[in-house]
């Protein structure tokens, strides 16, 4: 799967911010679709195609979420992101300035699969903006594309571009198993 077809689905209402994160980015060559919704309703829309993403809304492979949101708070985004039997297994990593240990802890036990606190230095930024690039955009093998590995692959079989791969093969024979 070709990393840069991989869309991002960033919910944060600080035009500041989403500036920030799309400069980090850009800086180190992140060209991947990203969609930007502006508070918790707009997130929500784009899970169920509602208004604006009635017509196009791409399952992401990663979505950055913020907590202080207007009109629905990022917890409660979570929470049906984690709930929709599509949206359950797109990884959620939640970046936000909140440090509040109930945030943290809530953020995790609703299936959270990371929570970073923004930096303010903008040089920690666009660190924490590579590794979270770096990890969920490159190392990882997002579940959608796991799920087209296996079906693409007879049982006990996998495709050239897995063969080889221990890492890849133990996942797919555990699911089929």
Same mark, same amino acid.
């Given at each position: 799967?070709?990393?840069?077809?991989?869309?991002?689905?960033? !919910?944060?209402?600080?035009?500041?911010?989403?500036?920030?994160?799309?400069?980090?980015?850009?800086?180190?060559?992140?060209?991947?679709?990203?969609?930007?919704?502006?508070?918790?309703?707009?997130?929500?829309?784009?899970?169920?195609?509602?208004?604006?993403?009635?017509?196009?809304?791409?399952?992401?492979?990663?979505?950055?979420?913020?907590?202080?949101?207007?009109?629905?708070?990022?917890?409660?985004?979570?929470?049906? *992101?984690?709930?929709?039997? !599509?949206?359950?297994? !797109?990884?959620?990593?939640?970046?936000?300035?909140?440090?509040?240990?109930?945030?943290?802890?809530?953020?995790?036990?609703?299936?959270?699969?990371?929570? *970073?606190?923004?930096?303010?230095?903008?040089?920690?930024?666009?660190?924490? !903006?590579?590794?979270?690039?770096?990890?969920?955009?490159?190392?990882?093998?997002?579940?959608?594309?796991?799920?087209?590995?296996?079906?693409?692959?007879?049982?006990?079989?996998?495709?050239?571009?897995?063969?080889?791969?221990?890492?890849?093969?133990?996942?797919?024979?555990?699911?089929?198993?």
């Amino acid at each position: 799967m070709n990393r840069r077809s991989l869309a991002i689905l960033m !919910v944060e209402d600080n035009p500041m911010d989403v500036e920030l994160t799309l400069r980090a980015l850009r800086k180190h060559k992140v060209s991947n679709p990203m969609t930007v919704a502006r508070d918790g309703e707009e997130a929500l829309d784009y899970v169920h195609r509602r208004g604006r993403f009635a017509a196009h809304a791409p399952i992401p492979s990663l979505i950055l979420l913020d907590i202080r949101l207007p009109k629905r708070d990022g917890i409660e985004v979570l929470r049906e *992101i984690k709930g929709h039997p !599509v949206y359950r297994t !797109v990884p959620v990593v939640m970046l936000t300035t909140s440090q509040e240990e109930a945030d943290v802890r809530t953020s995790y036990e609703l299936g959270a699969n990371s929570y *970073i606190v923004k930096p303010v230095d903008f040089d920690k930024f666009l660190e924490v !903006v590579r590794q979270i690039d770096l990890y969920w955009l490159l190392t990882n093998l997002p579940p959608v594309a796991a799920a087209r590995l296996r079906d693409l692959s007879a049982p006990g079989e996998l495709d050239s571009t897995t063969a080889g791969s221990d890492a890849l093969q133990e996942p797919l024979s555990q699911e089929d198993a």
